[in-house]
């Protein structure tokens, strides 16, 4: 699996190379070479809220043919950058797999706009392990596509008209240098990517969604929400407006997992479709207490033959008893000719 570090503070992933395209995904917009094209086939976040910072573990499965890339991702305030940890998508997997039912088969056959330009103001550089990343903050898109542009890097239009919400509302932008080939010669940013982990200061749970106002296409994400309750997705500051988009609790219930216990208490699993992004999105995804804790805990059927000498021993027992029925009736027949 090919290392993917990331960004916060609407984070941005850059290439190592000249001007890139980026395309759309869930939380943001991805980087790549120019003339190519990479597409998130997979979208998989992990987000919880403790003691005033919320932390956005978010796993990616991409397609593209080129070895270097990067996503963009907005964050309200500013945001510390580190790898994620496997490990917890896997110990997420245990948490939400489908418990067995076991199903008794007795009988053998059941089946289962432009301003004048001005330049962001560079808060911070800092180096994440091999790569270096800029924190910056900007009051235009103009100013701020310039100093992409400058330092060897550029955005659609599409994708650059996304920046201004996030401009308006003072969040701001980390820029990383991204090099997915970690040296090997011919290794692409293909396949499951390493997660990413992304913390800032919050007092509420949200997850950026306007990036992906620029996509075309169908966009579809899965929001593991941890918390001490059930929750439910909302457009960002409202308790009770619902998301434009097709929405499924797939999972929620009690967190067993030791890997997982630190992140929250309650586990809520949602799937999220956008069929027309364009159009879809208006805000952020706001995260609220549930009216209830009702857990949702997908089963699958696992039928349990139950058997005697190879044979469904309901088939056995119904064909003794039609034996047994017809010896006895030909007991009582010739009983009653003797009298």
């Known amino acids: 699996m090919r290392r993917f570090w990331a960004v ?13 395209p980026a395309h759309a995904c869930g939380c943001g917009a991805v980087v790549s070479a120019p003339g190519a094209v990479v597409d998130v086939t997979s979208e998989s976040a992990i987000l919880s809220l403790k003691d005033g910072v919320e932390t956005i573990v978010l796993s990616l499965g991409v397609d593209s043919v080129i070895a270097n890339g990067g996503l963009i991702v907005p964050t309200p305030t500013p945001a510390t950058i580190a790898p994620g940890d496997p490990a917890l998508f896997d110990a997420l997997h245990a948490q939400t ?3 067995e039912r076991v199903v008794d088969d007795w ?21 994440v392990g091999p790569l270096e990343a800029t924190t910056l903050e900007a009051t235009d898109t103009a100013g701020l596509s310039r100093w992409l542009t400058d330092n060897g890097f ?19 932008f980390v820029a990383v240098r991204l090099s997915a ?16 982990q992304i913390s800032f200061p919050s007092q509420s749970l ?26 439910d997705l909302v457009r960002a500051g409202t308790t009770d407006v619902p998301l434009d988009a097709g929405v499924r609790t797939a999972w929620a219930g009690e967190v067993t997992e030791p ?23 208006s805000s952020e995804i706001g995260i609220v207490a549930a009216a209830d804790s009702a857990t949702v805990d997908p089963a699958v059927v ?18 003794w008893a039609g034996l047994g029925l017809l010896g006895l009736l030909g007991v009582t027949i010739a009983r009653s000719r003797l009298r």
Do not use: C, H
Request: hydrophobic content about 45%; aromatic content about 6%.
């Open 97 to 99: 797999l489908p418990r």
């Open 107 to 127: 009988w053998g056959n059941l089946v289962a706009p432009g301003a004048p330009e001005t330049a962001p103001q560079v808060i911070s550089r800092v180096a």
């Open 302 to 319: 696992v039928v349990r033959p139950i058997e005697l000498l190879g044979f469904p021993l309901g088939t056995l027992l119904a064909v």
């Open 206 to 231: 949200q997850y950026p969604l306007g990036m992906a106002k620029a996509e075309t296409s169908e966009q579809s994400l899965r929001l593991n929400v941890f918390s001490d309750t059930r929750v």
């Open 259 to 281: 890997a997982l216990s630190g992140l929250g208490a309650f586990l809520t699993v949602v799937d999220v479709r956008l069929d027309t992004p364009a159009t879809q999105i």
């Open 154 to 172: 550029e955005l659609t239009g599409e994708v650059s008209s996304q920046l201004q919400q996030y401009i308006d509302k003072r969040w701001q």
């Open 8 to 20: 916060a503070v609407a984070s941005v992933l850059l290439t190592l190379t000249a001007a890139a």
């Open 181 to 196: 080939s970690e040296g090997a010669d011919g290794t692409l940013l293909d396949g499951m990517l390493d997660p990413i």
